[in-house]
């Protein structure tokens, strides 16, 4: 990941394979103090222009500076995007992303600094550009006009475009009346039968139902095969599932550029350390305690220190019901079996860096099996055991450690963390005491490639708590052979049949 974008005579204004340059880009917007103000400054301008060199023009213009403040929006962005790639723009609120892309669909001007692009842009604003009073079939002709489709062109695809939305009977009923899920389905469709060579869309998958989003991805995914695709989302995951690369902006400026997963990975720790640190600075000590101890659940054992919760009473606490598994899958015939699932698992690395506000680190992260042997590969399937080691710098009470389990883009396949069972019995660590969470679970079946094993120890509650330390790569495995064939991850299958059954 590199902290400034790259340049030089390969990606010259003349260069074919640029789809959108963009050079020294700012914007800045004018804070007013006040509705007067603004109203004022104009005429106090022109006034202190007719009275040059004068006591009053100068007192005009000493009140004209004070009435506003300058904004800025972006600040000297420069990016170059090549023609069939999928950009992904991530940042807190504020930060300029939609300034940005609004500026590169040419919706905005910059205050300085310029943008070519070249080919046509379609922009998934969805309601915008329609007018409430028409029908569904009088916008559809409206908005892909303006898009530049011609009027037989329409006429060949509405019948298309009508199907795509799935408005039923409204397609004919005033866009005033439509709900909001109705106007983005309508507004989709048009966008998706626009012949556009770069797609923006700026929080495309934040409405509609889940039909309409997976609807929605299905048509970009198919785009991404063709187009150049400008995302903005707050999902990093759906940055990463759909964006070869990211930027990340802050404060109208870049914070780093480069593939999806490494300005993700970087903006998500970023965030997770302010949060942290914010957490820390508010934090009483009854929040960082949480709850007083409570009746323990039937299933749940404490003693020297150690509290862990077996099913069924896991099954219990957590609103589901108790898995079945198969305590022994190292069986004969999945040894000789070509669709063996072999996951190669190296050991953990002692000095492994990481970030967090402090007060505890990650010693040790292994699987091992029911005897408590480290496992150095794993068979898709079997049971497993995940423990993770913490050391304590500072008295701690109740210290949450989860994981994640990421692909090779950084989607999660699975996670899970101990805050429900230490809710149940709080506990305390002293500074240098150790304490080791453990997750027994079946191992799905992974497709073949790269994975990573994300830890993290918290205190504090699942939903709002300071971290203190954090690996975002832990255990980097890999899965060599795989019968897994759909999916991001395969499900061991007890028994598949098939059969006729009469009547």
Same mark, same amino acid.
């Given at each position: 990941?590199?902290?400034?974008?790259?340049?030089?005579?390969?990606?010259?204004?003349?260069?074919? $394979?640029?789809? +959108? #340059?963009?050079? !020294? +880009?700012?914007? @800045?917007?004018?804070?007013?103090? =006040?509705?007067?103000?603004?109203?004022?400054?104009?005429?106090?301008?022109?006034?202190?222009? +007719?009275?040059? *060199?004068?006591?009053?023009?100068?007192?005009?213009?000493?009140?004209? #500076?004070?009435?506003?403040? $300058?904004?800025?929006?972006?600040?000297? +962005? =420069?990016?170059?995007i090549r023609k069939g790639e999928s950009w992904g723009f991530i940042g807190v609120n504020g930060s300029g992303k939609s300034t940005l892309l609004k500026i590169i669909s040419g919706n905005l001007r910059p205050s300085s600094g310029w943008v070519e692009v070249d080919g046509k842009v379609a922009i998934l604003d969805y309601g915008a550009g329609f007018n409430g009073e028409f029908t569904g079939r009088e916008n559809v002709y409206l908005k892909a006009s303006i898009m530049g489709l011609t009027h037989r062109q329409i006429d060949e695809r509405f019948d298309s475009i009508a199907?795509?939305?799935?408005?039923? $009977?409204?397609?004919?009923?005033?866009?005033? @009346?439509?709900?909001? !899920?109705?106007?983005?389905?309508?507004? *989709?469709?048009?966008?998706?039968?626009?012949?556009? $060579?770069?797609?923006? @869309?700026?929080?495309?998958?934040? /409405?509609?139902?889940?039909?309409?989003?997976?609807? %929605?991805?299905?048509?970009?995914?198919? *785009?991404?095969?063709?187009? @150049? *695709?400008?995302?903005?989302?707050?999902?990093?995951?759906?940055? /990463?599932?759909? %964006?070869?690369?990211?930027?990340?902006?802050?404060?109208? #400026?870049?914070?780093?550029i480069g593939s999806a997963k490494e300005v993700t990975d970087a903006y998500m720790s970023s965030v997770a350390l302010r949060q942290s640190q914010e957490y820390l600075a508010d934090a009483t000590d009854g929040a960082m305690t949480d709850t007083q101890p409570q009746t323990a659940l039937p299933g749940m054992l404490a003693f020297a220190g150690e509290s862990m919760l077996r099913q069924p009473s896991l099954a219990r606490l957590t609103h589901s019901r108790p898995p079945r598994v198969v305590r022994d899958p190292r069986l004969e015939y999945l040894n000789r079996s070509p669709l063996r699932n072999d996951i190669e698992i190296p050991a953990f690395e002692v000095d492994a860096t990481g970030y967090g506000v402090g007060g505890a680190r990650i010693e040790d992260v292994t699987f091992a099996d029911d005897t408590g042997a480290v496992l150095t590969w794993v068979i898709g399937g079997e049971i497993v055991h995940l423990k993770i080691d913490v050391r304590a710098e500072r008295e701690l009470q109740s210290p949450i450690v989860g994981f994640q389990v990421k692909d090779r883009l950084g989607q999660t396949l699975f996670a899970d963390n101990t805050f429900l069972i230490t809710r149940e019995r709080p506990f305390t660590v002293l500074a240098g005491e150790i304490y080791q969470a453990e997750f027994e679970f079946q191992m799905p079946l992974l497709p073949v490639g790269d994975y990573v094993i994300r830890v993290a120890t918290a205190i504090g509650v699942e939903h709002e708590n300071a971290m203190l330390h954090c690996l975002d790569n832990a255990l980097m495995f890999r899965s060599t052979t795989s019968g897994a064939r759909h999916g991001l991850v395969g499900v061991p299958m007890l028994c598949i049949g098939v059969k006729v059954l009469a009547g």
């Open positions: 990941m590199a902290d400034e974008p790259a340049g030089g005579p390969a990606g010259s204004p003349a260069d074919p $394979d640029i789809a +959108v #340059r963009v050079r !020294g +880009v700012t914007k @800045t917007y004018g804070i007013w103090s =006040s509705p007067k103000a603004r109203l004022a400054h104009p005429l106090m301008n022109v006034a202190a222009q +007719v009275l040059p *060199f004068s006591r009053l023009a100068r007192s005009l213009e000493h009140r004209t #500076r004070h009435m506003y403040r $300058d904004f800025h929006a972006l600040q000297e +962005v =420069s990016l170059d199907a795509f939305a799935d408005i039923g $009977d409204f397609i004919e009923q005033p866009v005033k @009346t439509y709900s909001s !899920g109705m106007s983005a389905r309508l507004g *989709f469709a048009i966008m998706a039968h626009v012949d556009a $060579d770069i797609m923006i @869309t700026d929080e495309a998958l934040a /409405v509609g139902d889940a039909f309409f989003v997976q609807k %929605c991805m299905t048509h970009i995914r198919a *785009f991404l095969k063709k187009g @150049t *695709f400008l995302f903005v989302s707050h999902s990093v995951n759906d940055v /990463v599932s759909l %964006c070869q690369k990211a930027v990340w902006l802050e404060h109208g #400026r870049m914070r780093a």
